[in-house]
């Protein structure tokens, strides 16, 4: 019977351990920032940027964005000067940009805006491009680049209860809340990221030791991440998250229901005469279309997946976990690259991670096989049947453990999103508002304009979409899903704890061209689009649950 130690390949050569501040990774907090993010920029010229910002929900709530940004001057990003400073002009233009878009000028029926002037588009993504990363709300602006400690002598600086946020939409607690959840998950897992660093000496070095007391460490971070979500439930209250916050995270992929046929014009960056009737098809060629800010743009969960060694499959596809003659090709074959996960959703979302984090996680795939190394090291087969006490056997143990981990966090996140968006979808507003009519309509003519709606009418129904750089909104929070997947959400326990509930008059008429808006049992729950959310995530918790090993 031939083991593992006998059958694994000599010790790469010339084995450079990745460091996490090679790829802009906190040793302390993860994938926020080492030192809380910056309370203003240092240079007087941006002051026209913060002075928005003082006084950014009153304004918002006053309906005087637009007309603000529409004053401002277009400002130069050379005059910031460090890291934090662009994370920081990215986050504040992102929330302007946002505030500008769906934050119309006080008419119910004025449409979302589709064209973003100069004045924002110019530097956001000259930002963006300093931070390799697409201009549009993402996790990293409001939850990595978006915080403070409260007390800088408490006991854990970053536990939940001492962290706050610079900047709301909603001025609300429950949008505070909902984004320091994910604040302190970052936080607690960079225990978790060395530790995978850790595992993967352990595997160079042949240390079942090493190995499982790296994925006890890991164990911990997810602990810890599976009590934080937990606490959503405690000060983020589902109908306000669904029915007053949600709008402003969403981007201007597939959007046409919500007022953005096409997306969003960047003016300045994507010249062109807006005004011109001869170039109609030019003018919606230059429309960019991003997905909103999203779950799955964090960069932990796809890190503790490539660590683990969990394969995700498109939504729908089943695929195979790693066998034992997979794992010894594998081992054989560290630093190699692999072709990125086969779930491409997740892949993209990786386009709206800052580029060291996205990086770090290429590099992460190439060289980890911690996965591999404890299947081959457990594929003896007195190991299946007992001899608790053996190190292979509580490395495994240790191994699985991580893995049941992940899945209950999953399981909770299903639970999540099942009560804050699909429940609330069915239950339904205490108002509606009439439909807008969007800007491009009077630009583009409208034989055309109707064309171009009723394809991607076809494109959404069919589950496709149209452009090579389109892409499917998140379906774990804008899912747009089908009317079982309502019914049942609405017949869950989750579904049923939801106790804000409109009068049958205000459901009767709450279809809107609004983000959030009430369903028909024979309708959809209408989202930014994508697949469906129930069916995309139990999917992803299933793959979860088949990555373990033996019993």
């Known amino acids: 019977m031939q083991s593992y130690y006998q059958s694994r390949s000599p010790k ?54 637009r007309r603000l940004v529409r004053k401002m001057p277009v400002l130069d990003t050379s005059k910031l000067t460090s890291q934090a400073e662009y994370q920081r002009a990215f986050m504040i233009l992102s929330f302007m940009a946002h505030a500008f878009v769906w934050g119309r000028n006080g008419a119910a029926s004025e449409p979302a805006a589709e064209f973003l002037p100069a004045s924002i588009s110019i530097p956001w993504v000259a930002t963006a491009e300093y931070l390799q990363l697409n201009p549009v709300v993402c996790c990293a602006a409001v939850c990595h680049w978006n915080w403070q400690i409260l007390d800088p002598n408490a006991e854990d600086p970053m536990d939940i209860d001492n962290l706050g946020t610079l900047y709301t ?69 589902p109908y306000v998250f669904y029915w007053k916050i949600r709008e402003f995270l969403a981007g201007w992929e597939n959007m046409a229901e919500a007022g953005l046929p096409y997306g969003v014009l960047y003016e300045g960056v994507d010249d062109t005469d807006t005004f011109s009737l001869d170039n109609w098809q030019s003018l919606i060629r230059r429309f960019r279309k991003y997905a909103g800010g999203s779950a799955a743009q964090t960069p932990l969960l796809q890190a503790f997946d490539i660590a683990l060694g969990i394969k995700h499959y498109p939504t729908g596809e089943k695929g195979l976990q790693s066998t034992v003659d997979d794992a010894r090709r594998r081992l054989q074959q560290r630093g190699v690259p692999e072709p990125p996960t086969a779930n491409s959703y997740l892949v993209r979302m990786r386009e709206y991670m800052p580029g060291g984090h996205r990086r770090f996680l290429e590099d992460l795939a190439s060289i980890c ?21 053996e190190p292979r056997v509580i490395m495994r143990q240790s191994y699985n453990d991580c893995v049941d981990l992940m899945k209950s966090f999953r399981d909770k996140h299903i639970m999540i999103v099942t009560r804050y968006i699909l429940a609330q979808a069915r239950n339904g507003p205490p108002v509606s508002a009439p439909s807008a009519t969007p800007v491009s309509s009077h630009i583009i003519p409208r034989s055309a304009h109707d064309q171009a709606m009723a394809q991607r009418t076809t494109a959404s129904q069919s589950g496709g979409r149209l452009g090579g750089d389109s892409l499917p909104a998140d379906p774990t929070m804008y899912p747009q899903t089908n009317a079982h997947a309502a019914k049942q959400a609405a017949s869950s326990p989750a579904g049923q704890l ?47 649950a088949h990555t373990r090993i033996g019993r």
């Open 12 to 65: 790469r050569s010339g084995y450079v351990p990745l460091s996490l501040e090679d790829y802009d990774i906190s040793p302390t907090n993860g994938f926020l920032p080492s030192e809380q993010p910056a309370r203003r920029l240092s240079d007087p010229y941006y002051e026209p940027w913060e002075q928005i910002m003082d006084r950014f929900n009153q304004y918002l709530l006053a309906h005087h964005i």
């Open 169 to 237: 939409f909603s001025g609300s607690m429950d949008e505070s809340w909902f984004y320091l959840v994910t604040t302190a998950m970052e936080a607690k897992s960079a225990r978790g990221l060395n530790a995978i660093l850790d595992a993967i000496i352990g595997v160079e070095n042949d240390d079942i030791s090493r190995v499982t007391s790296a994925l006890n460490e890991i164990a911990h971070s997810l602990r810890d991440c599976n009590r934080l979500l937990e606490r959503m439930y405690e000060r983020c209250d």
């Open 369 to 389: 096989r911690i996965r591999e190394y404890v299947l081959l090291a457990c594929s003896d087969a007195f190991l299946q049947v007992g001899n608790e006490q």
């Open 498 to 544: 939801s106790h804000h509930r409109s009068s049958p008059a205000a459901q009767s008429g709450a279809k809107s061209a609004r983000l959030a808006r009430k369903v028909d049992d024979e309708s959809v729950v209408r989202g930014t689009g994508g697949t469906d959310a129930i069916q995309f995530l139990k999917q992803v918790r299933n793959e979860t």
